[in-house]
């Protein structure tokens, strides 16, 4: 079961996002926890204290559920009197990387507070970090440095990163926008990298689906199909051996959540149902896909689960439809195809055809807010009712995790 969120664990008027944090070899490191007024306003306006005050104490509880789960820390900007308090904060140290802030006053009183911190396993991070020479006494107690790219040239960021001791702490690239930027950081020495690069498709107009996935569209074609039958679906689903190994180890994992051990394909149409049976099998056949990116089908899944978990919070009927609209989200970046080209191949409802071509109607509405929650549109989304606005930061929160937990029962060896 993964961890739901209740209200006492959100700060309604503040507007919450998880921005994924990866390696150099594109796998998830962690997250760094992104926040805004309801206004809009940076934390920075609204008073670094307060936001703190605000987000971090009052998402203690939060914050280790998540850990336990995801086993990945999250970075958390923390301000100067916050680290000088005798502040209680009971969270497990290896959950959260603590951000220093690049305006922060250096001086001895912060040097012992930062040893105090680290003497109970805290690490930190500091963050947009300019090259300035009054940081240098605080360099060594730090775990990670965090370049913002775009406070200076990149050829002058990348002059200078090859020249920084870093004691033994990673370097963190933030604002990587493309994959030409992500190659150039990665040979200059960053170790980790912060953007938007892996939901950026490359140029694919005018491309085909390549003959090796003409088979996993055909079995789309069937289980969208609303003349088949679930001895039809099962019969195609079981000629693919290797569907079936993955979607029976789902099944019986616990992202889905199953009271009854599922055994063979006929077991799985008796318990899901053709509905629920559709939506692992497209799930699996995506995430197997032969060019599929590990990050790309967590980004996919983590967005499938956010729209559905969101219907259901609104009491949405059909949300199956809203899990559907996310998958099929990104179904030109998995096959590296146009998505109307992709989309042809597939035969939906013309509802959910518009929702996830151009976004209409209440499922495509769904997906357009996911989608500002992973973009940070803090203008967008400060603008929904209060209820609406905490259901799809809960309801992200909930997928990525879920996400985690889907992929590791695909990958785990039986």
Known sequence: MFPMLNSDDECLDILMARQPIYDTQSQLYGYELLFRSAEGKSAEVIGWDEATSEVVVNLCASINRQYESLKQPLFINITRSFLLSDAFFPVDPAA??????????????????????????????????DFDPRFDPVLPYMDFIKVD????????????????????CKLIAEKVEDKTVLIRCRDA??????????????????KRIRPSAHALMQVLQKIQSEEASIEEIARVVANEPRLVYQLLRVLNSPASRLRHHVENIRDA????????????????????????????????LTRARACERYAEMNGQAGSEKYFMAGLLSGIDLLLQVEKAVAMAHIRLEPELQKAVLIHEGPVGQALDHVFDVEGCHWESLGKLPVKLRRNIFVAHLEGGVWAHQTLEAMSTPA
């Open 189 to 206: 020495g960053f170790d980790l990298f912060q953007g938007y690069y892996l939901a950026v498709p490359d140029k694919v107009f005018g």
């Open 96 to 129: 959260v990387v603590l951000e220093l802030l690049e305006h922060t006053q250096v001086d001895d009183s912060l040097i012992a507070s930062l040893e105090v911190w680290r003497k109970k396993g805290f690490r930190f991070a500091l963050d947009d970090y």
């Open 269 to 300: 149409v008796v318990y899901l149902g053709i509905t629920q049976l559709k939506k692992w099998t497209l799930l699996i056949l995506l995430s197997s896909s032969g060019e599929a990116q590990t990050e790309l089908v967590r980004i996919l």
């Open 149 to 168: 790219l775009l406070i200076k040239p990149l050829d002058f960021i990348l002059e200078r990163v090859s020249h920084i001791d870093k004691h033994g």
